[in-house]
């Protein structure tokens, strides 16, 4: 979901995520979706992901209740660097910690990837 057309379809369930972060016993980390842009209208899924360190990470998001209603772009917060999604050429949209919006310019290499579904997984 770095707005090189991995975007995530409508009437679609985010149930799972994995990424890639250089810090240790990270906290506050979530998934956002927005429908509005790649860089404004982020909302959160689910709720913190349990804290965790360095390397790469795995979660499944139970409390994603709700399909998108439209395409949408997928980026995650943690509380060190912001959330990330990306433009072309590793040039990267961010926000600093938990926002809804990414103003920013950055240059590197975001990794995360988002699972979804058209079928609900559970109640």
């Given at each position: 979901?770095n707005?090189?057309?991995?975007?995530?379809?409508?009437?679609?369930?985010?149930?799972?995520?994995?990424?890639?972060?250089?810090?240790?016993?990270?906290t506050?980390?979530?998934?956002?979706?927005?429908?509005?842009?790649v860089?404004?209208g982020?909302?959160?899924?689910g709720?913190?992901?349990p804290?965790?360190?360095?390397?790469e990470?795995?979660?499944?998001?139970?409390?994603?209740?709700?399909?998108?209603?439209?395409?949408?772009?997928?980026?995650?917060?943690?509380?060190?660097?912001?959330y990330?999604?990306?433009?072309?050429?590793?040039?990267?949209?961010?926000?600093?910690?938990?926002?809804?919006?990414?103003?920013?310019?950055?240059?590197?290499?975001?990794l995360?990837?988002?699972?979804?579904?058209?079928?609900?997984?559970?109640?």
């Amino acid at each position: 979901a770095n707005d090189n057309g991995a975007t995530i379809a409508g009437q679609s369930y985010l149930f799972a995520f994995k990424y890639t972060c250089n810090q240790d016993n990270l906290t506050n980390t979530k998934v956002k979706l927005s429908s509005t842009s790649v860089s404004e209208g982020y909302t959160d899924i689910g709720s913190n992901v349990p804290m965790h360190n360095s390397g790469e990470n795995y979660f499944v998001l139970k409390g994603n209740s709700n399909p998108t209603s439209e395409t949408s772009y997928m980026a995650v917060s943690a509380e060190r660097f912001g959330y990330f999604s990306g433009t072309s050429g590793f040039n990267f949209k961010y926000g600093n910690f938990d926002v809804n919006e990414l103003p920013y310019n950055w240059t590197g290499i975001a990794l995360y990837q988002g699972l979804t579904t058209t079928t609900k997984q559970w109640d």
